[in-house]
Nanobody, 119 residues
Framework: QVQLVESGGGLVQAGGSLRLSCAASGGIFSINAMGWYRQAPGKHRELVAIITSGGSTHYADSVKGRFTISRDNAKNTVYLQMNSLKPEDTAVYYC?????????????WGKGTLVTVSS
């Protein structure tokens, strides 16, 4: 059974930094894309950043220049370094990945980690 476990959320003041981690486990052969999404209260879930196994990245315009996504393929782990945080970054952050296992390739979500940015 594949599991994605996020960590690193918390409360931070505006202008501060946080680093999120997401580790995937459970019979994984490989993972193509890994990404971070977020959902603020009363809003739809939105893409924050995504990274392929080859290291290509894509960011939402709202976080470009402030957030950096990276991954460790050997550990099946993806990171999100968040700098210059703003109150509007407050949301539950979810990890997403599409690992290949003995049962094929399927998308999975983590349970989320809360990031709260105070003004």
């Amino acid at each position: 059974q594949v599991q994605l476990v996020e960590s690193g959320g918390g409360l931070v003041q505006a202008g501060g930094s946080l680093r999120l981690s997401c580790a995937a486990s459970g019979g994984i052969f490989s993972i193509n894309a890994m990404g971070w999404y977020r959902q603020a209260p009363g809003k739809h879930r939105e893409l924050v950043a995504i990274i392929t196994s080859g290291g290509s990245t894509h960011y939402a315009d709202s976080v470009k220049g402030r957030f950096t996504i990276s991954r460790d393929n050997a550990k099946n782990t993806v990171y999100l370094q968040m700098n210059s945080l703003k109150p509007e970054d407050t949301a539950v952050y979810y990890c997403n990945a599409d690992p290949t296992t003995g049962w094929g390739t399927k998308g999975y979500w983590g349970k989320g980690t809360l990031v709260t940015v105070s003004s």
